[in-house]
């Protein structure tokens, strides 16, 4: 193009779409979710933060629910984004920065119209996880002082809180996950403690430890939990941290049921 005002036609058709790739910070898990829920079942289908910016991807190539493009770049956050996580339904995406800003919008629609804006939390929002129905959001990051929050769970179209998710160590969370199906469960991961948190509800209240169940203290030896997910049939869970190793729990019960130590050099920072 000769002249520096000059611009696409709106008309000239689209060759090829090349999105931005996802952020990367030393000795910080790499958020990616790969779950495109019902309306993209069969699907391959990506989600990550990059800069500012959220990228929906079709890994095979076909288009996104509603579009006409196998790549959509959401660009509805002023800062920095941290997570993005598909609903279980596939038609919305919570989305979080860091200035610890949520926002739930539309995926299946040509607007992307946003249908949650709320201050989740006081800083970063680490992870976002959706329970079975769609109708609820848990998530984890970091708070900036005493009298905030590091763990919440809401009601996703009205952001009520959904019940009270036991909070961390330092206010320093990276990891959650919702039992995808009825009796529902919410898992926390502490960066600091160490220590899991499990909770029943709703309304959400953490599960008293008795003998062995909820087992909390797996990544005790090595504090530093990084992921935690529940299986999509709800009947295990796992967690992986800083001590190399990997833990799996009973999805109801939460009793210890396996663990696998020293599988990997380093600190484990993701699980599927």
């Not at 779950?35 to 500012?52: I, M």
């Not at 991961?189 to 203290?217: C, N, S, W, Y």
Request: proline share 6%; hydrophobic share 30%; glycine share 12%.
């Amino acid at each position: 193009v000769a002249n520096s005002n000059s611009c696409i036609p709106p008309a000239a058709p689209v060759t090829a779409q090349v999105p931005s790739l996802p952020n990367t910070t030393r000795g910080e898990p790499c958020p990616l979710d790969g779950d495109g829920g019902r309306l993209s079942a069969g699907k391959a289908v990506l989600a990550y933060p990059s800069g500012k910016m959220c990228v929906i991807r079709s890994l095979d190539g076909e288009n996104l629910p509603n579009s006409k493009h196998p790549i959509l770049v959401y660009r509805g956050h002023v800062h920095a984004t941290t997570s993005c996580k598909m609903s279980t339904s596939g038609t919305y995406v919570a989305s979080g920065d860091s200035r610890g800003k949520l926002r739930v919008w539309a995926l299946d629609h040509e607007e992307h119209l946003c249908k949650l804006d709320t201050q989740g939390l006081s800083s970063a929002i680490r992870d976002i996880a959706w329970d079975g129905e769609s109708k609820r959001i848990a998530y984890a990051g970091e708070r900036l002082d005493n009298s905030s929050i590091c763990t919440n769970a809401i009601q996703w179209d009205t952001g009520v809180t959904q019940g009270q998710l036991y909070q961390h160590l330092k206010g320093k969370s990276c990891a959650v996950s919702f039992k995808p199906n009825r009796p529902f469960r919410v898992v926390t991961g502490g960066r600091e403690d160490g220590k899991l948190h499990f909770h029943k509800g709703p309304p959400f209240q953490k599960i008293a430890v008795e003998g062995d169940k909820p087992f909390e203290t797996a990544h005790a030896a090595k504090p530093g939990v990084t992921c935690v997910r529940y299986t999509s049939n709800g009947e295990l869970v796992a967690s992986v941290g800083s001590d190399k190793g990997l833990y799996i729990y009973e999805g109801k019960d939460l009793g210890l049921v396996a663990k696998k130590e020293g599988i990997h050099s380093g600190t484990i920072y993701a699980c599927a």
